[in-house]
């Protein structure tokens, strides 16, 4: 449950969020049913094991592009908006 646990970190202030009922309900009853759809039942602590795998691919997925790309400049230069002629490949200032 490291990321329910890491959400609690950040959210230490506030202990009506729904990860904070999670945790909660985990450690009172995890064996106890928490989601029911049809045919299928998870308790409190699949539940829980299900969110964490949701967060840790959310959390891999939206990682920022200056940590998984280096930053590199251009190899043509921007033109500024006083630039006599043209760059090519640039739209013009205006």
Do not use: K
């Not at 890491?6 to 999670?22: H, R």
């Not at 998870?42 to 997925?61: E, H, I, K, M, P």
């Amino acid at each position: 449950m490291s990321a329910l646990r890491a959400t609690s970190a950040m959210n230490s202030d506030d202990q009506n969020t729904i990860g904070a009922l999670l945790r909660r309900s985990v450690a009172r009853c995890p064996a106890d049913n928490a989601l029911a759809f049809g045919e299928r039942n998870w308790t409190y602590s699949q539940l829980a094991d299900g969110v964490n795998r949701v967060t840790a691919r959310l959390r891999q997925a939206c990682r920022p592009v200056r940590e998984l790309l280096p930053m590199q400049r251009p190899a043509t230069p921007m033109p500024s908006c006083s630039s006599p002629a043209p760059v090519p490949g640039w739209s013009t200032c205006r």
